[in-house]
């Protein structure tokens, strides 16, 4: 069982900057990283993910909703157990409850259904 609780949320204004926190349980390298989102009658949408590329590459990639490409990074550091999600030019609409969430496999990056734990949520509210 994995434990991931996020930190890191609040209230900004529009256009500032957010840095949300996800502290796991596990310090393994073999986990892969997610950050989905759902607003109010709204479907969870899937914002950023990390994995770790094997082979030749042999190292982290990450990818991106359209949504929060060029605004949103994710990132974490080899054998931490501690994954970022930092958020600038935050907008109205990028208001939500934010949850952190592991894959124990590889599958489709920003896919709910290939995660294995979440974490509880922490809220962001983006005011006009």
């Known amino acids: 069982q994995v434990l991931l609780v996020e930190s890191g949320g609040g209230s900004v204004q529009a256009g500032g900057s957010l840095e949300l926190s996800c502290t796991t349980s596990?310090?393994?390298?073999?986990?892969?990283f997610a950050w989905f989102r759902q607003a109010p009658g709204t479907e969870r949408e899937g914002v950023a993910a990390?994995?770790?590329?094997?082979?030749?590459?042999?190292?982290?990639?990450?990818t991106y909703a359209d949504s929060v490409k060029a605004r949103f990074t994710i990132s974490r550091e080899k054998g931490e157990n501690t994954v970022y999600l930092q958020m600038n030019s935050l907008k109205p609409e990028d208001t939500a409850m934010y949850y952190c969430?592991?894959?124990?496999?590889?599958?489709?990056?920003?896919?709910?259904?290939?995660?294995?734990?979440w974490g509880p949520g922490i809220q962001v509210t983006v005011s006009s």
């Open positions: 990390i994995y770790w590329r094997g082979g030749l590459r042999r190292r982290y990639e990450s």
């Open positions: 969430a592991a894959a124990l496999r590889g599958g489709a990056p920003l896919d709910d259904s290939q995660y294995d734990y």
């Open positions: 596990d310090k393994t390298d073999s986990l892969n």
